[in-house]
């Protein structure tokens, strides 16, 4: 990991609240309780533009794992299309396709339809009063 990857990721963490030490490498279940260790999984400086509606573009995506769960952080130039950026939060789920037709019959709206981008495949949804989600499911290798 390069040095400014990794000062960018911690002090994205400090922003964050937490007192979370970076470990790349590191066994995120087997950190111990104090400091928690968050793993830097990926830092990918070209990820695919589809995952953030510019398909013709590409963005930064690092992906941290700790023992609170996985995140996915997205540095961009801030222009993005509708509903992407307006999400509140992602959520992964067993069976994509299961979860839109639950979510569906329970007046959920389907704003991005089902598209798969590395090992995923996501969808944004919007729920009566607004609140906008992202749901994916992840793909075998």
Do not use: C, W
């Not at 990857?5 to 950190?31: C, K, M, Y």
């Not at 995952?51 to 540095?75: H, P």
């Not at 019959?105 to 798969?116: D, E, H, I, K, S």
């Amino acid at each position: 990991m390069a040095k400014q990857s990794s000062r960018s990721v911690s002090i994205l963490l400090g922003l964050l609240g937490s007192s979370l030490a970076i470990a790349p490498g590191a066994n995120a279940g087997s950190a111990s309780a104090d400091p928690i260790v968050a793993v830097l999984v990926a830092d990918d400086s070209r990820a695919p533009g589809i995952e953030i509606g510019r398909a013709a573009d590409t963005y930064r995506l690092i992906t941290i794992e700790s023992q609170f769960g996985k995140m996915r952080v997205i540095a961009t130039d801030g222009h993005l299309p509708y509903p992407y950026g307006r999400e509140l939060t992602g959520y992964e789920v067993v069976d994509l396709a299961a979860t839109l037709g639950k979510a569906g019959a329970g007046g959920v709206m389907v704003l991005v339809a089902p598209y798969t981008s590395g090992h995923r495949q996501s969808a944004f949804v919007s729920f009566p009063g607004g609140y906008i989600a992202e749901i994916h499911q992840s793909i075998a290798h």
